[in-house]
C-alpha cells in the first residue's frame, strides 16, 4: 500500500525566516507530486506539480520553491517567509499519467508566521 | 476568476435527512469531477469521482448527478449521519495533459443529531 508522509506537522517561524517542508511517498513508483495550501477555512489552491524527478512546475507565484530531488520526495522552500505565507500546506500524489485526477494527499503541515 | 464554484458555505441538515451540496464550474475542457472530504486538521480525502460522459454515478449513500450543458453537477448524501460532517470540496481537471486539479471553495456540512 502507499503512504505518503508529510513533515514536518506543525511549525512557527519569524517572519523573514527560511522554510523548508518535506514530503515522501512510499510504495509508488514515479508518481506524480503535488503542493497545495490552503488557508484556515479556504479552498485548495495548487502551488505546484512535478511528473518527474528534478523537473517541478508552479502554478502560481507565491514567494515560494519546491525541489525534487528523489523520485519519492518533493520539497518545497523559500529564504524568506511573509506573514501570508500562513496556513496548511498540503502534498498529494497521483498515479503517472497525462493528467491530474484522483489525487492522494498527506495529513499536512500547519504553518504559522509570526 | 473562479472556476469551479460551491453556492453554499455551509450547510446544516438533521440525522436522516439527504444533504444535497451544489457545485458548478466554467471551463468546457473539464471532464473529470472529483468529490474530496476534509475533516479538521486532516487533509482531503477522495469520496466519489464522475467524468463528463456519465450524468450519474453512486457509491453507497453517496451519488453525483451531473449536468454537461448546464455545467453543474450536485453530491448528494443519503440517510446523512453526524460522522458526515466535515467540509466537502468539488474539484475539477481535463484529461488533455493538464496537471491541475482545481479545488471550489468548499461547502461545511453539519449533521444534527
Known amino acids: 500500500a502507499q503512504t505518503i508522509h508529510q513533515w514536518p506537522v506543525a511549525e512557527i517561524k519569524a517572519v523573514g525566516s527560511p522554510l523548508s517542508l518535506g514530503c515522501t511517498i512510499k510504495?509508488?513508483?514515479?508518481?506524480?507530486l503535488y503542493w497545495y495550501w490552503q488557508a484556515t477555512g479556504g479552498t485548495l489552491q495548487q502551488l505546484f506539480y512535478?511528473?518527474?524527478?528534478?523537473?517541478v512546475e508552479s502554478v502560481v507565484q507565491l514567494n515560494l520553491s519546491a525541489s525534487r530531488p528523489k523520485d519519492d520526495q518533493f520539497i518545497l522552500s523559500t529564504e524568506k517567509l511573509l506573514l501570508s505565507h500562513s496556513g496548511f500546506y498540503l502534498c498529494?500524489?497521483?498515479?503517472?499519467?497525462?493528467?491530474?485526477?484522483?489525487?492522494?494527499f498527506g495529513s499536512g503541515t500547519r504553518l504559522t508566521v509570526l | 476568476q473562479q472556476q469551479v464554484r460551491q453556492s453554499s458555505q455551509s450547510l446544516t441538515v438533521w440525522e436522516g435527512e439527504t444533504a444535497i451540496l451544489n457545485c458548478s464550474y466554467e471551463?468546457?475542457?473539464?471532464?473529470?469531477f472529483p468529490w474530496y472530504q476534509q475533516f479538521p486538521g486532516e487533509g482531503p480525502a477522495l469520496l466519489i469521482a464522475i467524468r463528463s460522459v456519465s450524468d450519474k454515478k453512486e457509491d453507497g449513500r453517496f451519488t453525483i448527478f451531473f449536468n454537461k450543458r448546464e455545467k453543474n453537477l450536485s453530491l448528494h448524501i443519503k440517510d446523512s449521519q453526524p460522522g458526515d460532517s466535515a467540509t466537502y470540496f468539488c474539484a475539477a481537471s481535463a484529461s488533455s495533459g493538464s496537471w491541475q486539479l482545481i479545488f471550489g471553495s468548499g461547502t461545511q456540512l453539519t449533521v444534527m443529531p
Open positions: 510504495g509508488k513508483s514515479s508518481p506524480n
Open positions: 471551463n468546457s475542457a473539464f471532464d473529470y
Open positions: 512535478s511528473i518527474t524527478v528534478g523537473q
Open positions: 498529494a500524489w497521483s498515479n503517472r499519467g497525462r493528467s491530474a485526477e484522483t489525487l492522494y
